[in-house]
């Protein structure tokens, strides 16, 4: 189960949260990128960047700048959040109106990780859920760009779900009225086809884990 | 022109910024939900919400829980951030491989709508973004649910806008050897089909302004 601190407690609405380790690891799996919150001169600051999960570890590449924040001799609270959009939900009424996601918070101190097998397994964490295969597929992490990058970790110790996967919510007098289409009109995440580099020779297939991917 | 105060310069890789006003506002039109950012006992909290922008002011809905760390006396620290996935790159490298994207950085003060007629203004804007043609389909706000509501507003004054939009940047060395394929795969948010609330009266046909969303 996920704690439910104070902290991940997300105010009103509770009803939509969700206390299941396996959800808020789908969840994770699911997205692309996550939002990067960090304090700095005392102000809010959310970046967008990449990240990938290993059990119950989340790996963010350092290089989003919040390892610059993050002092020498202690870690970085941070929050990141992970969010799914759905699908827009029509209500008979504009107050009703809402949207179907799912969305995972996460609070927590960042660490730096320093011991080089531990982060060359976040790097490859990272590869893995940002393009799957590649890390097999490329050329390997020389020793020059091993230095040069740097990987935090976070625990997903501290962490909710909340979901809304349903019709609209319409007041029975709004039913009733019938006077307004209800519904949702899902939003779905989706690949292209895969675009070679102009650059590219001549003869190359596009491999599976390009082409396969889902 | 973008304001770019060292709070929303984000260090490296600043050839990525955009300082054109015009990219902002299609960043924000563009997107459906954002990440607001704020601080609640030191550290930073990150949820997502809807929002929508008149010229340049974002509004943002008060139910996310900001409205209540605001207090009475003053205007809350935010960060608004939106992103566009727009691709996934592949690099000949695993350290290469990047993402193509458009992020909308907002550094400001909400401030909470009070006045009435800009409160409904703010309603009205979000409910044109999340949901287009809904304000003059749906059954109009009521005095409670108006009662009931928040509304913040910030000021568009302090933003960055950076973006990636090109295929792989490989090193030279990699291009050569041409051990690995080099591309983007595109990633693109699309609508599927409606699905009509499982209580809409029968003879409902979808209307225009849902199946003509793109």
């Given at each position: 189960m996920l704690s439910t601190t104070p902290r991940t407690t997300?105010?009103?609405?509770?009803?939509?949260?969700v206390t299941d380790r396996a959800v808020l690891h789908a969840v994770l799996d699911d997205g692309l990128i996550c939002h990067l919150g960090v304090v700095r001169d005392g102000v809010p600051l959310v970046l967008p960047t990449g990240y990938g999960r290993d059990g119950d570890t989340l790996y963010l590449h350092g290089s989003t700048g919040a390892a610059s924040l993050r002092k020498a001799s202690e870690d970085l609270d941070v929050c990141v959040t992970v969010t799914l959009l759905d699908g827009i939900v029509y209500a008979r009424s504009v107050n009703n109106h809402s949207m179907n996601y799912r969305s995972a918070v996460i609070l927590g101190k960042a660490k730096l990780v320093t011991d080089a097998d531990a982060k060359m397994h976040g790097l490859k964490v990272l590869t893995d859920h940002l393009a799957p295969g590649s890390w097999e597929h490329a050329r390997e992490v020389n020793a020059k760009e091993f230095a040069a990058v740097s990987v935090l970790s976070l625990d997903l110790a501290e962490a909710s779900v909340k979901m809304r996967a349903e019709g609209p919510d319409d007041e029975a007098d709004d039913v009733g009225a019938d006077t307004a289409w209800a519904g949702v009109l899902p939003v779905r995440t989706v690949f292209g086809a895969p675009e070679p580099s102009a650059d590219l020779s001549p003869g190359w297939v596009i491999p599976p884990h390009v082409t396969d991917r889902e």
């Open positions: 997300l105010g009103r609405k509770k009803h939509r949260a």
